[in-house]
């Protein structure tokens, strides 16, 4: 769908260059989503992975972050591959819904409610970060943090409409549970992609 240069606005990485390859496609549907003209994957430009690959390599950044859409939708593999030939670090944001598959270096599960994640993505995540919506989101978190790896990092950010709202909520249970740590979306604090 896009691709772009930036600064990594979320979760465990975040304030780090990045390169964005957004794929089209998404068949999870989270109404709240802030791209939902990447759900069709049929609108978008198809691009070979040489120049995906050219595009991220012009930049000095060398972690690459693929997000979507629901990047697991597609086969990931070769892109991942030539990625790492290129000597990127591989990166990746998903609902984990579909099956894994791909390289990579990180895996940001965020999951949703619409479409739960499959149990391997679980097991595979180096960050688990769930979006809060509501106070019902903090045993949803609970939840599916009992499912990931005793490594996996723990985050609650809130939903951007909602931040106002349940920010403060997110910062007394994190007091409460250290185990979980505060994401905020800070690249739309600071406007950028």
């Not at 697991?72 to 991942?80: A, K, N, V």
């Not at 990127?88 to 944001?93: G, K, L, S």
């Not at 990092?153 to 920010?167: D, H, M, N, S, Y």
Request: net charge negative.
């Amino acid at each position: 769908m896009e691709q772009f240069y930036t600064i990594q606005g979320e979760g465990a990485n975040a304030g780090r260059a990045a390169y964005f390859i957004r794929l089209g496609g998404c068949d999870v549907g989270c109404h709240w989503c802030d791209v939902k003209e990447s759900w069709d994957a049929d609108v978008h430009p198809r691009l070979s992975l040489e120049s995906l690959v050219a595009e991220a390599s012009a930049h000095p950044g060398r972690n690459v972050v693929v997000t979507g859409g629901e990047p697991l939708m597609h086969d990931l593999g070769p892109l991942t591959r030539a990625l790492h030939a290129a000597g990127m670090q591989t990166w990746m944001e998903t609902s984990g819904a579909h099956p894994l598959t791909g390289e990579w270096d990180w895996i940001c599960l965020s999951p949703k409610k619409f479409k739960a994640p499959l149990p391997e993505v679980l097991r595979a995540a180096h960050e688990l970060k769930v979006v809060v919506f509501n106070k019902s989101d903090f045993a949803w978190a609970e939840e599916h943090a009992a499912q990931v790896g005793p490594d996996c990092r723990l985050f609650l950010q809130p939903e951007w409409g909602k931040a106002a709202q349940v920010t403060p909520l997110i910062i007394d249970y994190v007091k409460q549970h250290p185990q979980w740590q505060v994401s905020l979306q800070t690249h739309k604090y600071l406007d950028i992609p």
